[in-house]
C-alpha cells in the first residue's frame, strides 16, 4: 500500500474518533497518553496539511474540531503539542473548519427572510436606500426578489450564517449572470426608484466583474456582507467569506469596497485578494454623494496535488527521534481498513 493510501487511512480513522470525542463518549483525558502524538505528528506535518487537510477540509472537518479541542486540552495542562511549529491552526482558514457553533449554509424557506431584507439594506448607504427609499420597503419586497430567479436577490445567491438555527450573518455573491426581469406584478408593486438602480447597477454589476454564464474561466463577484450588529467581533463575517473564497479558489473572485473601509481592504488582502482599479465614479442615486471604491480582485490558486510527489512516510515519522515528551507506546502503522 503506498503512503498516499496510508495517510487517509490515518486521518479517517481520527475523523471516526472525533465525534466520539466531541461528544463526551470517549473522554480525551483516558486516551491523551496513548494518542496524543500519533494525531499531532499527522495533524501538524505541513506535507499531510498540504496534500490532504488544505485540499479537502470538507471531509475532514472532524479533524479539525478534535484538533481545536485537543490542543486546548494539552495547553491546559501545560503538555507539549508535537510539531507545533506548524501548527494546523495556523492555517488561515482553520476557524471555518474547526467551528462547531456557527452553521454557514444555503438560505432556505423556513428562514426568515426579512431578517435577510434587513441585513442586505445595511451592507450599502448608498445602494439600497436609493432602490427601495427606506429599511421598512427593504424588508417588504427584497424577501419577494429572493422568490425571483433572474435578479441581483435570487436566494441561490445567499449564504446565511446561523446560531442555534437563527440567521446572524448573510453573505451575496454570484457566479452566473442574470437578466434582471422580475415579474411584472411584483415591478408595478417596487418603488420607482428601484428601477433605475436595477438597470445602472444591479444588472451592471456583473457585467463590470466580467461574469459569464457557465464559465469556469469567470470570477464570483461577492456583492455584500454583513452581520447583525450583537454578533459581531466574533469572527462571523470571516467565516462567511471563507466559505465562498473556499469554495471558488480555482476562479477569480472580485469585490468593491469603500477606500474608508480599511479594515475591510486589510482583511482582503491577508486572503489574497489586490487592488486591480480604484474607481472614483462608482454608482450612486444621488450625484451629490458618490462613493468612492477600490476594486479588488483575488487570482485562482492551483491544486498543490497537480505537481506535488510523495513526500511523507508515517513509519518515518513515528520512528523518529523524539523530544517533545511524548510517550510512544510501540510501533504502529496504519492498514487497510484500520
Not at 500500500?1 to 466520539?20: K, T
Not at 439594506?121 to 427606506?134: C, G, L, R, S, V
Not at 456583473?206 to 474561466?217: I, P, Q
Not at 482582503?268 to 476594486?295: A, C, E, H
Amino acid at each position: 500500500m503506498n503512503s498516499h493510501h496510508a495517510i487517509v487511512n490515518y486521518l479517517v480513522y481520527f475523523e471516526g474518533l472525533a465525534p466520539l470525542i466531541l461528544n463526551n463518549v470517549v473522554n480525551i483525558e483516558k486516551i491523551d497518553d496513548l494518542m496524543a502524538y500519533r494525531f499531532f505528528v499527522v495533524t501538524n506535518n505541513p506535507d499531510v496539511q498540504e496534500r490532504h487537510l488544505k485540499v479537502w477540509p470538507d471531509y475532514y472537518r472532524g479533524c479539525f474540531r478534535l484538533f481545536k479541542k485537543w490542543k486546548d486540552y494539552r495547553k491546559a495542562h501545560d503538555l507539549p503539542v508535537v510539531l507545533d511549529e506548524y501548527s494546523l491552526d495556523k492555517w488561515k482558514y482553520f476557524e471555518y473548519y474547526a467551528n462547531d457553533k456557527i452553521e454557514i449554509r444555503k438560505i432556505n424557506k423556513k428562514d426568515n427572510w426579512k431578517v435577510v431584507a434587513k441585513l442586505i439594506y445595511e451592507t450599502d448607504e448608498y445602494i439600497y436606500p436609493a432602490a427601495f427609499k427606506n429599511k421598512f420597503n427593504a424588508k417588504r419586497f427584497i424577501p419577494q426578489l429572493m422568490g425571483e430567479p433572474n435578479n441581483f436577490f435570487f436566494h441561490e445567491n445567499i449564504r446565511v450564517a446561523c446560531i442555534d438555527k437563527k440567521i446572524v450573518g448573510i453573505i451575496v455573491f454570484f457566479d452566473k449572470p442574470f437578466s434582471a426581469k422580475i415579474d411584472e406584478k411584483l415591478l408595478n408593486k417596487l418603488p420607482a426608484s428601484f428601477h433605475d438602480v436595477n438597470e445602472k447597477y444591479f444588472s451592471q454589476l456583473f457585467k463590470d466583474n466580467n461574469v459569464k454564464d457557465n464559465n469556469a474561466d469567470s470570477p464570483i463577484c461577492i456583492a455584500c456582507l454583513c452581520v447583525l450588529k450583537k454578533n459581531r467581533q466574533k469572527g462571523i463575517g470571516r467565516l462567511l467569506f471563507i466559505h465562498v473564497i473556499s469554495k471558488y479558489k480555482e476562479r477569480n473572485i472580485t469585490l468593491d469596497v469603500l477606500d474608508i473601509n480599511k479594515p475591510a481592504i486589510d482583511l482582503y488582502k491577508k486572503f489574497g485578494f489586490q487592488i486591480k482599479l480604484y474607481k472614483i465614479d462608482r454608482f450612486s442615486y444621488t450625484r451629490n454623494l458618490v462613493p468612492t471604491v477600490y476594486s479588488m480582485e483575488k487570482p485562482p490558486v492551483l491544486s498543490n496535488l497537480k505537481n506535488s510527489k510523495e513526500g511523507f512516510s508515517l513509519r518515518s515519522l513515528e520512528s523518529s527521534p523524539r523530544k517533545d515528551g511524548f510517550r510512544m507506546p510501540g510501533e504502529f502503522e496504519p492498514h487497510e481498513g484500520s
